[in-house]
């Protein structure tokens, strides 16, 4: 089979574009490394009005790598494992209160983050295919990092390549707004603390900044005080004119490098208007390397 000349149209001035004429279902198996570069060299793809099963949805998505499961099982699809239904429908199909744990958890998307950063391999990519979109609200904006890092100061620069933060799921989760159900020692021995440099090599000579939500402090810092600073850090960095917000349209299939970016959820009035997405996160193949 003959490769397909990709199109593309740029999402925003630093990064992103869409791929249009593009079927996800079908054109994917002979087009997986022109797809998988232009994710590195864009951060972050998006297909329109795509219509795929679960099982079409899995597959469109294996073609950028080995996928994660998810460190919660009753949270996976029960057919496919690999993919994880962030919904707010209830079984009885009412919709979550704002206080239920599922609410709780599904907000805990809106700091900016990058996805499983808290492993040793944290993950390369997440794809989501937008099944029900509320009629206002839930947009999710994603932030370019590698603009972030080109936006520091040469001082700034120098300082942060010296250092190491901690990304702790145990961290991540407790700072969520509102209860969840407490993880058992053997859940939390299960995702220890991990120590990533700040300043991340990619696609060879690219530098990025790799913070987030997971992160809880600067390694050999003072908790409390570089927690704050690392806090203030990403609030700028998310603000030099790097970031670009996705109004969803129902089946819209997006993919993002988590490497490279951070992303966080719009708010959204969870107990009133459905949103259902069905997520697949892209394992990652290396460690965090230092710039
Ligand atoms: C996630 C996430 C954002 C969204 O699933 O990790 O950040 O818009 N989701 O649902
Ligand atoms: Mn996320």
């Known amino acids: 089979m003959l490769n397909m000349a990709l199109h593309f149209k740029p999402l925003h001035p630093s990064f992103g574009a869409e791929v249009t004429d593009f079927n996800c279902g079908q054109d994917v198996v002979r087009n997986t490394e022109s797809l998988k570069g232009a994710l590195t060299r864009w951060q972050l793809l998006l297909f329109r009005e795509q219509d795929l099963t679960d099982g079409a949805f899995v597959e469109f998505c294996r073609a950028f790598g080995d996928l994660e499961l998810l460190p919660e099982p009753e949270k996976r699809h029960p057919e496919y494992p690999e993919i994880f239904n962030l919904s707010n429908i ?45 009629p206002q609200g839930g947009d999710t904006e994603f932030a370019n990092m590698i603009a972030a890092f080109d936006s520091l100061s040469g001082e700034e620069k120098g300082r942060l ?46 530098a990025v900044v790799y913070l987030g939500g997971h992160v809880s402090h600067i390694e050999g810092k003072d908790v409390t005080e570089s927690r704050a600073e690392v806090r203030a850090l990403e609030d700028r960095l998310t603000n030099v004119g790097n970031v670009y917000r996705h109004q969803w349209r129902e089946g819209d299939v997006l993919i993002w490098d988590n490497r490279s970016t951070l992303h966080r959820l719009t708010g959204y009035e969870i107990d009133k208007y459905a949103r259902v997405m069905r997520r697949c996160t892209v394992s990652g193949t290396e460690t965090v390397n230092a710039f």
Request: hydrophobic share 30%; with cysteine.
């Open 90 to 134: 209830r079984p009885d199909g009412s919709l979550t209160p704002k206080d239920d744990p599922q609410a709780v958890f599904l907000r805990g998307t809106s700091r900016w983050h990058t996805d499983s950063s808290f492993r040793k391999i944290p993950c390369l990519a997440t794809i989501l295919y937008a099944v029900t979109i509320p």
């Open 161 to 206: 390549r010296q250092q190491k933060a901690v990304h702790s799921y145990a961290y991540s989760r407790s700072a969520n707004p509102g209860e969840l159900k407490e993880m058992s020692a053997e859940e939390l021995a299960k995702v220890p603390d991990t120590h990533h440099p700040i300043i991340r090599r990619h696609d060879g000579d690219k």
